[in-house]
C-alpha cells in the first residue's frame, strides 16, 4: 500500500465525517426554524387572545382589568 493509497483513504473518511457533519446541521436548521415559527404563532395567538379579551369586556362596557406583562 503506498502513500498514495493512504492519503486517498484518509480523504475519504473525512469526506465521509463532513457529509454527516452536513446532514446534522441540516437537521438541526430545520428543528430551529421549526422552533421559531411556533414561537411566532405562539406569539400570535397570545396577542389575539388579548385582543379578544379587549373585545369582550368592550362589549360588556367595560374596562378590562390592568394586568401586568412579563418582559420578554
Not at 397570545?46 to 420578554?72: D, F, H
Request: proline content about 3%; charged content about 40%.
Amino acid at each position: 500500500m503506498d502513500q498514495k493509497d493512504i492519503a486517498d483513504r484518509q480523504l475519504d473518511a473525512l469526506l465521509e465525517r463532513l457529509d454527516r457533519i452536513a446532514d446534522e446541521l441540516e437537521r438541526l436548521n430545520r428543528t430551529t426554524e421549526k422552533q421559531d415559527g411556533l414561537t411566532l404563532v405562539a406569539r400570535e395567538i397570545r396577542e389575539l387572545t388579548e385582543s379578544m379579551n379587549a373585545l369582550a369586556y368592550a362589549a360588556l362596557g367595560q374596562a378590562p382589568p390592568r394586568v401586568r406583562r412579563r418582559a420578554g
